[in-house]
């Protein structure tokens, strides 16, 4: 009989064993007292935290820094109340509810409750603001009636309030049933742009356009479930309605001189059937949606414009089908293939307008990929494909656009520290013969339908040094090139680079650090169009942007239950234009600073108070507005706003 050297030990372990009677009946019962695992029992009750707050604002006179911290007021004091809460009960039972930032104009309250395995239902309410700049206006009013007076500010904002509702019924069977409702009113005041302002003459100025609108989302389904297999079948809907019909404006003896519509009411629906199934190593899945939308819009407010009817009817249906297959033949191989359809047809009012036909907007497309995927080994995995995709558009110039594109992509990623990838893709986009019958140039190629061939590079690297040390780098590179650009873009190139690294020492301190710096750059040809010979030009537009940022925690922060944190971001955008002919235009340039931080010390096992400071700094400079300060105010931002808050937080 052969004993390897790791056997020898162990049998002669056995055969003491074996001598002094180690058979299980002999045995004392095992303790089992300190085998429980307290950690693992089921919580039943409340538990959460709750968090109150104040602070105080200044966004500098400008209103575009309270989309940081959403308030009423320029400058002042604030409060903030926070709490999320969490019950679980017997069984599945469970139930939470959550308030986000209450006492600020984007908040948010949520509640949930039911049963994991049986009825669950949620409401929330939230309201979301958001804030571009400050205007002047002689135009003022209410109620879609403008009228001319004295040069007012106003601020550009938009306020969305939504309710929410859901049901989702998760049964002990096959079937799974969900219903949700939501409703949201949006408040707001945009600009339009005008020539003409009464008692100051022609020279640019800004339209405050009011808006009121309403919408009401329905979602509700059912799914089946069973082995390897699932379907759905769901329906969506969306009711808008808008409270004005028309926007007037004027002098304040004639205030409805000037009209402009706004978008009328209408409905959306859109019933789905999807389906998925999986068998060996295949899968399937598929999807077909069809969807409706109406509406509808009286003409009788518009008296400047001569109609031939007194309602616009409108109504657009479109139908869509996809599918996916996915089949791994082996470990090393993966094969997939996937098509969709898409069609769109207008059926609206074409003869609204005396003496005029509204375009028809009828369009269609066909996508196909096929693709696969080969391990060649254990580190080192190559994918490649083809797709292809076919619109017919019924007004456009050329009717119809075909554009390939093949791909490869690459990974290699050992055991070790270093991870690569890269991917390289080339397109090419042809077409039907151009028609020229829209009004247009005849010479005139639009970008979105002219030959175009496209070629992209993109690659990736990570390289973990050490434990706490890794460095990330992708960098991309992508040219369209635009063959025959009588009129219109000739050259589009976007390449930059992405850096970053990462420091993170566990329950000690955490440091990135990440650099973005991107180029985008476009040549366009031109022509004057009442030249005898055109007289063609080019420009060139040139846009750079730089971003760098840190973020920095550090906790047990002098020696104490203290952690520490902090943001800091810088970016520089600049945009460029150089013509070969006419007017070079003035650079536009963006600089902006963002800084924040944060403190939070532990007072005891279930107290903590936390420190926020807030600051951002935005220059902003646009040539259109130079100049134009007493008529347009000061689109253009140059602010310094900050904020600055304490919160006492109560866990339990």
């Given at each position: 009989?052969?004993?390897?050297?790791?056997?020898?030990?162990?049998?002669?372990?056995?055969a003491?064993?074996?001598?002094?009677?180690?058979a299980?009946?002999?045995?004392?019962?095992?303790?089992?007292?300190?085998?429980?695992?307290?950690?693992?029992?089921p919580?039943?009750?409340?538990?959460g935290?709750?968090?109150?707050?104040?602070?105080?604002?200044?966004?500098?006179?400008a209103?575009?820094?309270?989309?940081?911290?959403?308030t009423n007021?320029?400058?002042?004091m604030?409060?903030?109340?926070?709490?999320?809460?969490?019950y679980?009960?017997?069984?599945?039972?469970?139930?939470?509810?959550?308030?986000?930032?209450?006492?600020?104009?984007?908040?948010?309250?949520?509640?949930?409750?039911?049963?994991?395995?049986?009825?669950?239902?949620?409401?929330?309410?939230?309201?979301s603001?958001?804030?571009?700049?400050?205007?002047?206006?002689?135009?003022?009013?209410?109620?879609?009636?403008?009228?001319?007076?004295?040069?007012?500010?106003?601020?550009?904002?938009?306020?969305?309030?939504?309710?929410?509702?859901?049901?989702?019924?998760?049964?002990?069977?096959?079937?799974?049933?969900h219903?949700?409702?939501?409703?949201?009113?949006?408040r707001?005041?945009?600009?339009g742009?005008?020539?003409?302002?009464?008692g100051?003459?022609?020279?640019?100025?800004?339209?405050?356009i009011?808006?009121?609108?309403?919408?009401?989302?329905?979602?509700?389904?059912?799914?089946?479930?069973?082995?390897?297999?699932?379907?759905?079948?769901?329906?969506?809907?969306s009711?808008?309605?808008?409270?004005?019909?028309?926007?007037?404006?004027?002098?304040q003896?004639n205030?409805?001189?000037?009209?402009?519509?706004?978008?009328?009411?209408?409905?959306?629906?859109?019933?789905?059937?999807?389906?998925?199934?999986?068998?060996?190593?295949?899968?399937?899945?598929?999807?077909?949606?069809?969807?409706?939308?109406?509406?509808?819009?009286?003409?009788?407010?518009?008296?400047?414009?001569?109609?031939?009817?007194?309602?616009?009817?409108?109504?657009?249906?479109?139908?869509?089908?996809?599918?996916?297959?996915?089949?791994?033949?082996?470990?090393?191989?993966?094969?997939?293939?996937?098509?969709?359809?898409?069609?769109?047809q207008?059926?609206?009012?074409?003869?609204?307008?005396?003496?005029?036909?509204?375009?028809?907007?009828?369009?269609?497309?066909?996508?196909?990929?096929?693709?696969?995927?080969?391990?060649?080994?254990?580190?080192?995995?190559?994918?490649?494909?083809?797709?292809?995709?076919?619109?017919q558009?019924?007004?456009?110039d050329?009717?119809?656009?075909?554009?390939?594109?093949?791909f490869?992509?690459?990974?290699?990623?050992?055991?070790?520290?270093?991870?690569?990838?890269t991917?390289?893709?080339?397109?090419?986009?042809t077409?039907?013969?151009?028609?020229?019958?829209?009004?247009?140039?005849?010479?005139?190629r639009?970008?979105?339908?002219?030959?175009?061939?496209?070629?992209?590079?993109?690659g990736?690297?990570?390289w973990?040094?050490?434990?706490?040390?890794a460095?990330?780098?992708?960098?991309?590179w992508?040219?369209?090139?635009?063959?025959?650009?009588?009129?219109?873009?000739?050259?589009?190139?976007?390449?930059?680079?992405?850096?970053?690294?990462n420091?993170?020492?566990?329950?000690?301190?955490?440091?990135?650090?990440?650099?973005?710096?991107?180029?985008?750059?476009?040549?366009?040809?031109?022509?004057?169009?009442?030249?005898?010979?055109?007289?063609p030009?080019?420009t060139?537009?040139r846009?750079?942007?730089?971003?760098?940022?840190?973020?920095?925690?550090?906790?047990?922060?002098?020696?104490?239950?203290?952690?520490?944190?902090?943001?800091?971001?810088?970016?520089?955008?600049?945009?460029?234009?150089?013509?070969?002919?006419?007017?070079?235009?003035?650079?536009?340039?963006?600089?902006?600073?963002?800084?924040?931080?944060?403190?939070?010390?532990?007072?005891?096992?279930?107290?903590?108070?936390?420190?926020?400071?807030?600051?951002?700094?935005?220059?902003?400079?646009?040539?259109?507005?130079?100049?134009?300060?007493?008529?347009?105010?000061?689109?253009?931002?140059?602010?310094?706003?900050?904020?600055g808050?304490?919160?006492?937080?109560?866990?339990?």
């Amino acid at each position: 009989m052969r004993h390897y050297t790791l056997c020898l030990p162990l049998l002669t372990v056995f055969a003491s064993q074996a001598a002094d009677d180690y058979a299980l009946q002999q045995a004392k019962q095992a303790d089992t007292g300190r085998w429980r695992c307290n950690a693992c029992e089921p919580y039943q009750g409340w538990h959460g935290e709750v968090g109150v707050g104040v602070g105080y604002l200044n966004d500098d006179g400008a209103s575009r820094f309270r989309n940081w911290v959403p308030t009423n007021y320029d400058q002042g004091m604030l409060g903030t109340l926070n709490a999320d809460l969490h019950y679980r009960g017997e069984g599945s039972e469970y139930g939470q509810m959550q308030a986000t930032d209450l006492g600020l104009k984007r908040f948010s309250i949520a509640t949930e409750a039911g049963r994991y395995d049986g009825l669950r239902g949620r409401f929330e309410y939230r309201e979301s603001p958001y804030y571009w700049n400050r205007g002047v206006s002689v135009y003022q009013g209410e109620g879609g009636v403008l009228s001319a007076g004295p040069l007012t500010p106003f601020d550009k904002e938009t306020v969305r309030k939504q309710v929410s509702l859901g049901l989702k019924f998760t049964p002990k069977s096959p079937w799974q049933p969900h219903a949700s409702l939501r409703h949201e009113t949006r408040r707001s005041t945009l600009t339009g742009y005008t020539s003409t302002l009464p008692g100051l003459g022609a020279m640019p100025g800004w339209l405050p356009i009011p808006q009121d609108q309403k919408t009401t989302l329905m979602d509700a389904g059912v799914s089946y479930l069973a082995k390897g297999w699932l379907v759905d079948l769901s329906y969506y809907g969306s009711l808008y309605t808008n409270e004005h019909e028309a926007l007037y404006y004027g002098s304040q003896a004639n205030p409805y001189l000037n009209d402009r519509a706004y978008e009328p009411d209408n409905d959306y629906h859109r019933l789905t059937l999807s389906g998925r199934s999986n068998w060996d190593r295949q899968s399937l899945t598929g999807r077909v949606m069809m969807s409706q939308a109406t509406s509808s819009g009286g003409l009788n407010p518009f008296a400047n414009t001569p109609v031939t009817q007194q309602n616009f009817n409108g109504r657009v249906n479109t139908w869509q089908a996809d599918a996916r297959w996915l089949n791994r033949i082996s470990r090393a191989l993966t094969l997939k293939a996937s098509a969709e359809h898409y069609d769109r047809q207008d059926e609206s009012d074409r003869y609204v307008v005396t003496g005029r036909q509204r375009p028809l907007t009828d369009r269609s497309h066909s996508k196909g990929e096929l693709g696969a995927s080969y391990r060649l080994s254990r580190t080192l995995k190559l994918e490649g494909g083809y797709l292809y995709r076919g619109d017919q558009r019924d007004e456009a110039d050329r009717r119809e656009t075909d554009l390939h594109t093949i791909f490869v992509r690459g990974r290699y990623q050992p055991v070790g520290p270093l991870s690569a990838g890269t991917k390289l893709s080339l397109s090419r986009r042809t077409g039907s013969e151009w028609l020229g019958d829209s009004g247009g140039s005849p010479t005139l190629r639009q970008y979105y339908l002219a030959d175009r061939d496209r070629a992209e590079l993109r690659g990736d690297l990570t390289w973990q040094v050490n434990d706490p040390l890794a460095l990330t780098a992708e960098a991309w590179w992508a040219e369209d090139s635009y063959p025959e650009p009588d009129i219109g873009r000739s050259q589009d190139r976007d390449y930059g680079v992405d850096l970053a690294a990462n420091w993170s020492l566990p329950e000690r301190l955490d440091l990135s650090l990440f650099l973005n710096q991107q180029w985008i750059a476009s040549d366009q040809q031109h022509a004057y169009r009442y030249a005898p010979d055109w007289a063609p030009y080019q420009t060139l537009v040139r846009d750079e942007i730089t971003t760098v940022g840190l973020g920095l925690t550090k906790k047990q922060a002098l020696e104490r239950d203290l952690t520490l944190g902090l943001d800091y971001s810088y970016s520089y955008g600049r945009g460029r234009n150089e013509a070969s002919a006419g007017y070079d235009y003035p650079d536009l340039t963006s600089t902006l600073h963002r800084l924040s931080g944060y403190a939070l010390y532990q007072l005891d096992e279930r107290q903590a108070l936390k420190l926020d400071l807030r600051y951002e700094r935005v220059s902003d400079e646009d040539y259109l507005y130079l100049g134009e300060e007493a008529n347009l105010g000061e689109w253009n931002q140059h602010y310094g706003g900050y904020f600055g808050g304490v919160s006492w937080l109560y866990h339990f």
